[in-house]
């Protein structure tokens, strides 16, 4: 109940902005993946289908019509041959048509992206393996006790059917206190492999095979991994510097990365996308939607304003395309004049580089000196609060971690809770600290 744990983006939809075509180009060539293709104009050269990403070479010349009979000597009889044969024969073979590869706009087979599904539900499964709800926790409260010790916490405690906050802490969630006076930061990257029920993970999960696997094909896998991990880093930071008093788990931190990444993507290459106002608009609208999702208590918004942040920056600095213009030059068919050369990138698309890289080392690197001090920034900022969760009468904000006074009596277990002085009894004997816990997250909640 006192436990912070991230929710995952809705699903995304893919970006419907198709590249435009060079009118220079005597072969058009097809940057991007069969998604984004648009039919060309029937004057205009075509590459074939499955050779979208190749630039073709220039045709042969067109032989000559060969009017005259020619003959062969055989068995003393004379047999007709094949006037393109013989012309065939006479001249120079032509040398094969040869196709060259555009690696700028190479489409990437994906593999990374489903692995990290496959690690993040192993790791869900380990997780729930390390609970064991039927020994930790009142056996009779676990909620699919068919599954043994696979069964999750009860609703009370854990309503997305998973496991104990003890469970979580134990296996690497994000703690800030662990963090700064045990020095153990790797929790800024073990949290974002963690989930904190089954309804978490599968939302996540999903939500990353819709963006991640688009982001991977188009950029590559080196790219796109770079992207998600830096993001789910970034996120923890900035959800460590906030949340203070509670543990948090989930990889939306590197969704949001990943989000972010798309649209500072579309920002930079603005030039070589076709409705692309069109695309601003609905990418802007899945983005304050899910952000807006964060208000909601019990879920760290700070985790997603901070990988959003981070893979916004970072889409700037890893998702940068050549312009038209000098891919028209480099690609353009031999005798081809292409005018005045140009530049790889435009200026802006320089200038968006240099400083999106600038704020984000420096970024990084302050606000983890800020953390490893000990700063809370809740102090430095009153208002920043409401961006993770918003009061209404229907919720309150205040989630404070549970503790409970015990007292052991035979078999008997007096528990109270500290933040609203409820009591329970329980019959439990010899009852273990993570089934006092569990009982105590349930009687303070």
Known sequence: VGEKQLTAPQRFPFLTASPQFSPLLTTPVVPFSQAYHRPLPPTAGRVPPQQSAMVKGPPPPHSEI???????????????????????????????QSYTEVKHFKKWVTWLI?????????????????????KNSVSDSCVARFLGRFSFQPFKENPLLGPSSA????????DVNKVVKQHQGWRLLSCNWLHGGLFHVLANMLSLLVIGIRLEQEFGFVKIGLLYVISGFGGSLLSALFIQGNISVGASGALFGLLGAM?????TNWSIYANKVAAFITLMLIIVINLAVGILPHVDNFAH???????????FVFLIRPQYGWFNQRYSPPGFAPGRPKSKFKTYQCILWIGSLILV???????????????????????????SCVPTGRWSCK????????????????????????SGVYLLPDASSSQIQGLCQQLCG
Not at 167 to 174: D, N, R, S, V
Not at 263 to 267: D, F, N, P, R
Request: with cysteine.
């Open 114 to 134: 489903p692995c990290f599904v496959v690690a993040n539900i192993v790791m869900f499964i380990i997780t729930m393996y390390v609970n064991n709800c039927p």
């Open 66 to 96: 060969q009017i005259r009979t020619n003959s062969r000597r055989g068995n003393g009889a004379i047999h007709p041959v094949n006037s393109d044969s013989a012309a065939a024969a006479a001249q120079p073979a032509h040398p094969p």
């Open 167 to 174: 469970t979580l802490q134990k296996m690497g969630a994000l």
């Open 361 to 387: 080392v420096a970024g990084l690197a302050v606000g983890l000196a800020a953390l490893l001090r000990g700063v809370d920034a809740n102090k430095h900022c009153s208002w920043c609060h409401y961006l």
């Open 263 to 267: 649209l500072s993507e579309l920002i």
């Open 305 to 315: 304003l901070g990988g959003f942040i981070t893979g916004f920056l970072l889409g």
């Open 399 to 422: 989630t404070q971690p549970a503790f409970c006074s015990s007292i052991q009596s035979g078999t008997q277990l007096n528990l109270t809770c500290s933040s609203n002085g409820k």
